[in-house]
């Protein structure tokens, strides 16, 4: 969203480089002379044009200028004006120069000799600057958005009416519009009648609609790998519907994205990327990246993406601002008409733009603006004009009203084998503000990931009439959410406006939908016709076998506390202070089902666990807490006779609470109460409760399970609403020497520094399932299903306060270090997040501690194993498994679904290790399988072998029929 304080920054910018009209009448003191980039047009050629400019009052009597350059003399009349003149455009003579050279005006007025010099350095005759139309989609932000929705909708219709009066303009200024977000589209075809919606399309099939991609501008590094894909799926069944091809996206205000969106451009279909971030709110280093297109290569080499960041998106508000209405204020805008298109123009700002690329060294001779007159604003109108009179002027730089279709196309089209190759993570800066909604956010997370298994079960079961409009209708939810519009602009100020309620209860109303449509997607898909009694059904959603603690609800397991399996072996379990019925589930196939039944009887009790008011331990972990902090202070494993110290020292899991901004006033927790929650045999825990700044109350569970390789922590705060700044962490100091930093990402991960392109973001890290901290012998695994946001070696989140211009606490580099801090909530923004946060919010955490070096396969099991977890029903009568498996040296299936049609099954496959991998397609339950690589659209794209190489690191989406 355009930032109020980053447009007053960009207005004084541009201002600043305008020569503005004086309010006095009094005559010029001097003149001095600016060179340009430009070439004016002329009866006797192109010329490169300089601009005379009037010091300390304005020119208003005639004159004559004998101009000299380049060897070459020429004399001009300036008539005179009552109104008087502050600049002249002046062209000199001579054809363009290939060198340095000096050019000189004597201006005679007045009885007087003024005399005035630049030096003019060689510059391109034919520069091309496209200007793509579009208004920044906020859904919300600058009014409730419902108002935002009609707004963006209208600017629709408008557009085409105004595309097709300037038909017949030259084809440089003919209109065009970008709608920038599908959500737009979707909902304006949703309302529209026949004839409304023949009418879109057939601007769409004329140029005068564009449609990029993406459904919304959205946090790339909050979605997971699926929900990133899906991101791009909306658009691509409405174009293939009605057939046309998408293969760009624009993302406005955001800064920075995830590399995922390059590893999945082969599945979407995007294959071009224009970035218009904000101005310089927040952006940390961002801004270094204007204007140097590469393509972005996705981390198996084998994808790529014609990325371009231009400059800031609210270029043409910051131009044209003063001679329009302010529409943040405007309840109901409607596109305005100045009267004179051509005044708070690109004059002089473009020239002074491309000067600067000259003297870059940029090597094109072409760039792009986007020209949008503030978020959720109306179309300018007075645009194509604009641009017709600007070509009828000038020769150079040419202006072209574009879409980001037309851009890219031309771009590549020139400059194909110039553009450089980059690979890397464009690490986002904006995901902090997620964290002051830290318990919507943490449901957010845990519906995308039961939604996955929601779908996953379903392929399983081989259940007939597929809900696929359902499923869809809960991604976009979840997209929603995720989309970078948290509130209102004034969230921050006026926390209790109106407006600034509702547009934050529609929000949380996203995940709260999506929550609810996947509860019912997920009772749909475990429904049994008729349970068997006292059975439960353990389905396992992920490719391999797996063995694990599951939890029967009490509903569930009135019978009793006995547990056998489907051969009557009694099977360790434990009724939980909660009510529920532990046990373990041993060996659950991979995307198939183990059943159990319950029975009248104890619990038949197993196990190594010990438990002590200090201290915990399953037989293969044992944890030590400090009596006075409630902190852990030790854990050691225990692999294969060899103790792993993961933690030695004080402080692990540790709460601190930042007030402002300032480290040195971090507070922690006191009066640790420890008492035993959860005695065992199969399941230890012990409940740490403290006071804490910041909160009514903490607690900390820690919790062990018989012979599981696994720690979890399980941290809740009952939140005080506070609306003065805070942030609260928790500490997670690892006993791991020379360690590096890995993380999860949509479609991979990456080693934090070393894998992130420079000037992205440093100072704290989105992880999508897992954090990994090794050395070459030994390392952790430490994940969070709840809390996305960490930071490597120490809080760097200190004096974040405020719109940051340009600021010093930005990082340009992250050392290593084995010790890490979960932000799990902040209010440090001053727009759009929210003021404050209140009530109950639980974040889970798990460690599991690996003997040796860094296994991103490994890391990646553990973290789809912490994220869905095995999922208990009622017993049905069959037995449940998919049709297929999927086999291949570090390769893992990131998600399964029924194919839309109810022909086959979807499964989206990734190679994670550093070679290529073949992937084995094994019928389980039919004789013959059909597979073809897909898409995001379910197309049949290449048909495959049952065995077939994944590249390293590389993605892949199949399509397996029986």
């Known amino acids: 969203m355009n930032k109020l304080r980053a447009l007053a920054l960009l207005i004084l910018t541009i201002a600043a480089l305008k020569v503005n009209a004086q309010t006095n009448s009094r005559h010029f003191g001097a003149i001095t002379l600016q060179p340009t980039v430009a070439y004016l047009k002329s009866n006797s050629g192109n010329k490169r044009m300089v601009r005379l400019l009037f010091k300390d009052g304005k020119n208003f009597d005639e004159a004559t200028v004998e101009i000299s350059f380049n060897g070459q003399t020429d004399h001009i009349k300036i008539p005179a004006s009552k109104v008087g003149e502050d600049i002249i455009e002046i062209g000199l003579p001579g054809p363009p120069v290939a060198v340095a050279t000096q050019a000189t005006v004597k201006l005679h007025a007045d009885n007087q000799t003024y005399v005035a010099r630049c030096i003019v350095e060689p510059a391109k005759a034919d520069w091309r600057v496209y200007v793509l139309p579009h208004s920044h989609v906020d859904i919300g932000y600058t009014n409730v958005q419902a108002k935002v929705l009609k707004l963006h909708m209208d600017n629709i219709d408008e557009s085409i009416d105004l595309a097709k009066k300037t038909a017949n303009y030259p084809a440089e200024a003919q209109f065009k519009w970008t709608t920038e977000a599908i959500w737009v589209v979707e909902n304006y075809l949703k309302k529209a009648d026949a004839a409304k919606k023949e009418r879109f399309w057939d601007a769409v099939k004329k140029g005068w609609i564009s449609l990029d991609g993406a459904y919304g501008n959205t946090n790339t590094s909050m979605t997971d790998s699926r929900q990133l894909m899906e991101m791009f799926a909306t658009g691509q069944r409405l174009a293939k519907q009605h057939g046309v091809e998408i293969h760009t996206m624009f993302q406005g205000d955001v ?32 801004a270094k990246w204007q204007d140097k297109p590469f393509y972005w290569v996705s981390p198996s080499g084998k994808q790529k993406l014609l990325f371009w960041q231009c400059q800031p998106y609210s270029i043409g508000y910051a131009l044209k601002g003063t ?52 978020d959720n604003a109306p179309i300018d109108p007075e645009l194509p004009d604009a641009v017709k009179a600007w070509n009828e002027r000038y020769a150079s730089p040419k202006l072209i009203i574009t879409s980001t279709k037309q851009f890219f196309t031309d771009f590549e089209a020139s400059y194909r084998d110039r553009i450089p190759n980059f690979s890397g993570d464009y690490t986002e800066y904006w995901t902090d503000g997620v964290s002051s909604a830290a318990r919507e956010t943490a449901l957010s997370r845990e519906t995308s990931d039961r939604l996955k298994q929601a779908d996953a079960i379903w392929a399983i079961r081989d259940k007939p009439s597929y809900p696929a409009a359902d499923f869809n209708e809960t991604w976009k939810n979840l997209l929603l959410y995720n989309e970078h519009t948290w509130g209102a602009y004034n969230s921050v100020s006026e926390p209790e406006n109106e407006k600034v309620i509702s547009e934050w209860a529609v929000k949380k109303g996203y995940v709260l939908h999506a929550k609810g449509l996947t509860d019912t997607l997920t009772d749909k898909a475990i429904a049994v016709p008729a349970a068997k009694a006292n059975g439960v059904d353990v389905y396992n959603t992920l490719s391999w076998p797996r063995t694990d603690v599951v939890y029967v609800a009490a509903s569930l397991s009135r019978a009793g506390d006995l547990v056998k399996d489907v051969a009557g072996k009694k099977i360790p379990s434990q ?94 927790s006191s009066a640790a109460a420890i008492t035993i929650k959860e005695k065992g045999p199969l399941v230890v825990s012990l409940l740490v409760t403290s006071k804490a700044p910041g909160v009514n109350s903490l607690t900390r569970e820690i919790r062990l399970v018989n012979g599981l390789d696994k720690v979890e922590l399980i941290n809740t705060v009952d939140k005080i609403a506070i609306r003065r700044k805070e942030s609260v962490h928790f500490a997670f100091p690892f006993n791991v020497a020379g360690a590096q930093v890995r993380y999860s990402i949509p479609w991979g991960n990456l080693t934090a520094e070393t894998d992130q392109l420079p000037n992205a973001n440093r ?18 695994t430490w994940s969070s299903p709840d809390a996305p946001l960490f930071e490597i070696g120490k809080i760097t989140t200190g004096g974040l306060l405020g719109g940051l211009h340009h600021a010093p606490q930005w990082l340009s580099y992250t050392p290593q270090s084995s010790q890490i801090f979960s932000w799990v909530m902040n209010n440090l923004w001053h727009t759009n997040f929210r ?29 789809l194993n912490n994220h869905q977890p095995l999922v208990v029903a009622a017993a049905s009568a069959g037995s449940d498994k998919l049709f297929f498996n999927v086999n291949g040296n570090n390769v893992y299936v990131e998600a399964i679904k029924p194919a839309d049609d109810g022909k086959g099954v979807i499964a989206q496959l990734v190679n994670c290790g550093a070679s290529d991998a073949r992937v084995n397609i094994n019928p389980q339950t039919s004789a013959i399988l059909k597979i073809w690589e897909s898409n ?27």
Request: aromatic share 12%.
């Open 255 to 286: 800064p920075g994205a995830s590399w995922g969106l390059a590893a999945q451009s082969d599945q979407t279909g995007i294959k071009y990327f224009l970035s218009g971030p904000n101005a310089s709110d927040r952006i940390g280093n961002l």
């Open 936 to 962: 995001l659209t379910e197309d049949k794209k290449t048909a495959l072998s049952n065995n077939f190489i994944l590249p390293a690191k590389g993605v892949i989406t199949i399509l397996v029929e029986k």
């Open 763 to 780: 100072n704290w890290y989105t992880m999508q399932r897992w954090v990994d901290v090794s050395n070459a012998s030994f390392g952790v």
């Open 835 to 863: 003021a404050e946060q209140g009530g109950l919010a639980t974040f889970h955490y798990f460690l599991q501690a690996h003997a040796n070096g860094y296994d991103s396969f490994k890391a990646e099991q553990d973290g």
């Open 323 to 374: 001679r329009i209405p302010n529409f943040f204020t405007v309840e109901d805008p409607k596109p305005y008409y100045s009267g004179h298109p051509s005044d708070n123009f690109l004059n002089p700002y473009l020239f002074d733009y491309l000067g600067g690329l000259e003297q870059s060294g940029f090597p094109y001779n072409m760039s792009i603006l986007t020209w949008a007159m503030s």
């Open 575 to 668: 009724r939980l202070s909660t009510g529920e019925l532990a046990f373990i589930a041993k060996g659950v196939p991979g995307f198939g089902k183990s059943t159990y039944t319950i029975n009248p009887g104890n619990a038949f009790q197993q196990g190594e666990s010990k438990i002590t008011e200090t201290g915990l331990s399953n037989g293969i972990y044992t944890v030590n807490i400090d009596k006075q902090s409630g902190d852990i202070n030790r854990i050691v494993k225990n692999q294969n006779g060899k103790n792993l110290v993961v933690v030695d020292s004080s402080g692990f899991n540790k709460y601190l609470y930042m007030p402002g901004d300032s480290l040195q006033k971090i507070e922690t």
